[in-house]
């Protein structure tokens, strides 16, 4: 982007110095909070005409600058104002710098972009010959653009206030330059010299160019079709895309800022025709002349405003537009270009809204929506809010977020109710935007469709608070001044939440005008009652051990929709919820009558993608239906289609899409499959409880075991999930050659297999195999026939539980290990955890599965359970057992928190060999190839 250097700046406080000196007097008073040990700073800044107090800050510096801040606000003073050259240094810049454009010099020196349409100006024939079209001095020179800005900061919103500054700049030139107000155009008085026109370069490659046609529509949608450029050798390709657009040549043409970039990185321009002034206007005499007020600008101009363009880029469009990625560089004096295709063009447009950003990062366009609370670092995906609002911000050309922190209420509270304030902008086009949208500040009012049956969180008190000010590029105008009420404990949050109201704020703007932003997508439990019987059809849970066949409809473990008509929602907010999803288009089987098939094509899907309920982070009806599932569970169902834009930015055949899209599609389809659940107090409780972490303690307490048993050669690890006991054994010298894991997690053998990759050499190990074998520890394999070791940490809970008597029969009987480890939370100790203010959720609805430590399990065993099913397989395997655990004390009542049995071999019995290999290996490493597999 074209754009002058700056010197730099003076601060706020150099600022009041120049002005004031010795008048201005800073005093800085300490103030104590209670709940803080570091002392705050808040600092009175004392002016000849009044003063100014700052909020509270940690450093004194801080406190300084945020009261010199508040007292240029007050005297109106806008900090870049100062350092820029003046306004007539300015025009004489640009005199000078137009009479060297025009110079024989400039014509041949380098790969100057503008050298380049200089020349190819001088290919035309007729009266064109060498007219240079204003729009394209404005554009590509970056003298000529900051002297602009300097004259007035609003030409970055609109180019043909800049084409018209250029003009009367070199209407002083007329000696050299001939302007051509009727056709936008400056063209040199004396010809070129002829040896200088001789030698330019007249081949060029005849090239095609698609790029996007935006057919502005007097009522309704603008509508958006593919468009060829096709630039033959020796064109100026300006000429080219005016006279698609129906214009006789490229100086009819104005082009818009660089906005949104192809896949392969070239920037987008929106080209348009100078739109034409209303005859009856009579205010506005000259191009870029605007009117001063505030009414609907449109109005002026007798071409109708292309809403698509013009969000885009971001600058107001009129009439038909084209976007295509075309034109010079620095590096040649060849054109360069990509294609802008149908799905690129509705990509940047989705990209240009906050909710867009959030979509794109999360590569799930339909599924995902931004959310509106920021609860945990860990539970947020993609970049944070706070980075967020700052790509935002650029996009738009808005200067940075400003944000503000204060520790103790500052205003009264019926202020602080009026905190969402937007500002008028005096440049702004849209007549609606002068709107003054009053939000109230607290968290509740974003609290989605469920949460009036639930009691409210508990609001702080005391904390921090954030608030923030968004201004325009040139500092001159306030476009959002929002001040949420909450509090946070921590400040980190109390940004990121404020962050994230400006986002949503945003957000609603551009998603949906009419959207009401105190209420973002807010559905009543009544209608999602109503989708829900209507549409949704969750299937059976597979028994873990059938995971291969096909999901069968079964009808005993199929939710009765006539007898339970009310969803219930069975996980709470707060949970981490992981799911694999696919979203298609389908259209009626009846509209194609004649084949009687469906027809639907694939839009988006997710293999396995991760969000926390209850933070409105995907699509409603998404997070409701799976907020009902349990793991394992597939639902199917069908939704409203969103907007066509955001469908074909999402679909890899975009022509076959839009054709279905036009052919009366049903709707969405989708299809979600739960795979797993985190409770939300979970991993916090398991943190704050125990040290090291009890999964950390647990493999601890296996690798010291495996370490002792010192004539031990093979290891399998039943259910060995992503791998932290096998990653244990790479790093430690034990007896072992030969270990294996099995899991029936595609997901989790992937990490482990990725993980034991990257460990592999490191450690001390005395390796000599490593495999992976995908398949259910319900089933025996005969390749893990007469293993030393077995270990079976924190899985049998995931099974039913007669399962999990098979599973230690199989085991005790067929691969007769020496030594069996197996682990299991113990339910007795629940009571502890549950005591934890941590655990105190108020969410009734789960009240039957919190009993449990986390979603996934179908039991938990207490001590003596765990020791009838231990003890009695012991037994009838000839073994003997004896129990222990990690976390807590196994003296104490309720014993360990994670309880262990310890099976040891008595003696050895010859068993019958059974020969049948159901694993799949999935990886493998043996040390004397060195080979791996995957
Ligand atoms: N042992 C690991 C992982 C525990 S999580 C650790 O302590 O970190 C439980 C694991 O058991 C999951 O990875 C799950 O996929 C796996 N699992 C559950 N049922 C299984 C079955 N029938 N066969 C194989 N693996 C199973």
Redesign the pocket.
Same mark, same amino acid.
């Given at each position: 982007m074209a754009g002058g250097e700056k010197k730099q700046s003076l601060s706020p406080k150099e600022i009041i110095h120049h002005k004031f000196v010795v008048k201005a007097s800073y005093r800085i008073e300490q103030v104590h909070v209670s709940s803080q040990s570091n002392c705050l700073y808040r600092c009175h800044l004392q002016l000849p005409e009044f003063s100014v107090v700052s909020n509270v800050f940690k450093r004194k510096k801080d406190a300084e600058l945020s009261a010199a801040e508040l007292a240029l606000e007050k005297l109106g003073i806008h900090p870049q104002d100062d350092d820029d050259i003046t306004v007539e240094q300015a025009w004489d810049d640009m005199v000078e710098r137009i009479k060297y454009i025009f110079s024989d010099e400039f014509l041949s020196s380098g790969h100057h972009p503008l050298g380049s349409h200089l020349r190819a100006t001088l290919l035309r024939d007729g009266e064109r010959h060498g007219s240079v079209p204003l729009s394209i001095i404005a554009a590509f020179d970056a003298k000529i653009n900051s002297g602009c800005k300097v004259i007035n900061p609003s030409v970055d919103q609109d180019p043909i206030l800049a084409m018209s500054y250029v003009m009367k700049a070199a209407a002083k030139l007329t000696d050299y330059i001939v302007v051509s107000p009727h056709v936008a155009s400056l063209r040199r008085k004396n010809p070129y010299p002829p040896a200088i026109v001789e030698a330019l370069d007249t081949h060029g490659e005849s090239i095609k160019v698609e790029a996007v046609y935006i057919q502005c529509a007097t009522s309704g949608e603008e509508v958006v079709d593919p468009v060829i450029l096709d630039i033959s050798s020796g064109r100026y390709y300006l000429d080219v895309i005016a006279e698609k657009l129906g214009l006789k040549d490229g100086s009819q043409l104005i082009i818009s800022r660089t906005f949104g970039k192809t896949p392969s990185g070239f920037e987008c321009r929106v080209y348009s025709a100078i739109p034409k002034l209303n005859p009856s206007d009579k205010s506005s005499k000259a191009y870029g002349k605007r009117p001063a007020d505030e009414e609907d600008q449109s109005s002026h101009f007798k071409t109708p405003w292309n809403a698509k363009a013009s969000s885009a880029c971001g600058q107001d469009i009129h009439g038909d537009a084209i976007v295509a990625a075309v034109g010079y560089s620095w590096r040649s004096n060849d054109i360069e270009h990509d294609d802008v295709t149908l799905k690129s063009f509705y990509r940047i447009c989705c990209g240009m809204s906050p909710n867009g950003i959030y979509k794109f990062s999360r590569q799930a366009l339909i599924a995902a929506t931004l959310p509106f609370s920021f609860t945990t670092k860990s539970n947020w995906r993609g970049p944070l809010p706070r980075e967020m609002l700052s790509i935002f911000c650029r996009q738009q050309q808005l200067a940075e977020p400003v944000f503000t922190i204060s520790t103790s209420p500052v205003k009264p509270l019926s202020e602080t109710l009026r905190s969402f304030k937007k500002l008028k902008d005096s440049e702004s086009n849209d007549g609606n935007n002068q709107c003054v949208n009053e939000y109230a500040g607290s968290d509740d009012s974003f609290n989605h469709y469920n949460s009036k049956d639930e009691e409210e969180l508990p609001v702080l008190e005391s904390g921090y608070r954030c608030g923030v000010k968004i201004l325009s590029k040139s500092l001159q105008d306030l476009v959002l001044d929002c001040s949420p009420g909450s509090f946070y404990e921590k400040e980190s949050h109390a940004i990121q939440n404020a962050a994230l109201k400006a986002l949503t704020w945003f957000g609603s703007l551009f998603d949906d005008l009419d959207a009401d932003p105190e209420q973002p997508r807010c559905y009543t439990k009544g209608q999602m009652n109503w989708m829900f019987t209507r549409n949704v059809m969750i299937k059976g849970k597979f028994p873990?051990?059938k995971r291969y066949e096909q999901p069968a409809y079964d009808e005993s473990k199929t939710m009765d929709m006539d007898r339970k008509p009310k969803r219930v929602q069975t996980i709470p907010n707060g949970s981490l919820v992981s799911i694999s999803y696919s979203v298609s288009v389908e259209v009626e089987a009846d509209f194609w009558g004649r084949t009687g098939k469906c027809l639907r094509e694939l839009i988006e899907s997710n293999e396995e993608i991760e969000f926390e309920v209850g933070v409105g982070s995907m699509n409603p009806h998404l997070e409701s239906v799976v907020t009902q599932m349990s793991v394992g569970q597939y639902a199917c169902f069908i939704t409203n289609m969103p907007a066509e834009g955001l469908v074909l930015a999402d679909a890899s055949d975009t022509a076959r899409t839009r054709s279905l899209l036009s052919k009366l599609a049903a709707g969405l389809e989708y299809n979600v499959h739960l795979l797993g659940v985190k409770g939300p107090t979970e991993k916090r409780v398991e943190s704050v409880f125990f040290k090291p972490q009890l999964?950390k303690q @647990?493999v601890g307490y296996a690798v010291k075991l495996i370490k002792e048993s010192s004539a031990a050669s093979t290891l399998v *690890?039943f259910?060995?999930?992503?791998g932290? !006991?096998l990653e244990s054994l790479l790093e430690v010298p034990t007896s072992l050659q030969t270990i294996v894991g099995? *899991? =029936?997690?595609e997901k989790?053998l992937d990490r482990a297999a990725k993980m034991v990759d990257s460990k592999l050499n490191k450690g001390a190990c005395n390796l000599k195999t490593i495999r992976l074998y995908d398949g259910? =520890? !319900?089933e025996f394999d005969s390749r893990l026939h007469g293993i030393d070791i077995a270990t079976c !940490?924190?899985?049998i809970e @995931?099974?039913e539980e007669d399962e999990a008597f098979q599973f230690g029969k199989t085991v005790l009987t067929l691969s007769r290990p020496k030594l069996l480890i197996v682990s299991t939370p113990n339910y007795e100790y629940n009571k502890i955890l549950h005591k934890s203010s941590l655990y105190h959720s108020k969410d009734k609805s789960i009240s039957q599965r919190s009993k449990f430590r986390s979603h996934e399990h179908k039991f938990e065993w207490t001590r003596a359970q765990f020791n009838h099913w231990a003890s009695k397989l012991a037994k009838s395997h000839n073994y003997s057992v004896e129990f222990s655990g990690v976390g807590g004390s196994g003296n104490v009542d309720p014993g360990f928190a994670s309880q262990i049995a310890v099976f040891k071999r008595k003696s050895f019995t010859e068993v019958k060999k059974v020969s049948t290999q159901p694993y799949k290996v999935i990886w493998e490493w043996t040390r004397a190839q060195g080979d791996k597999k995957n």
């Open positions: 873990s051990s999964s @647990r *690890d259910g060995c999930g992503s932290s !006991l099995v *899991d =029936i997690s989790a259910s =520890i !319900l !940490l924190e899985v @995931r099974m």
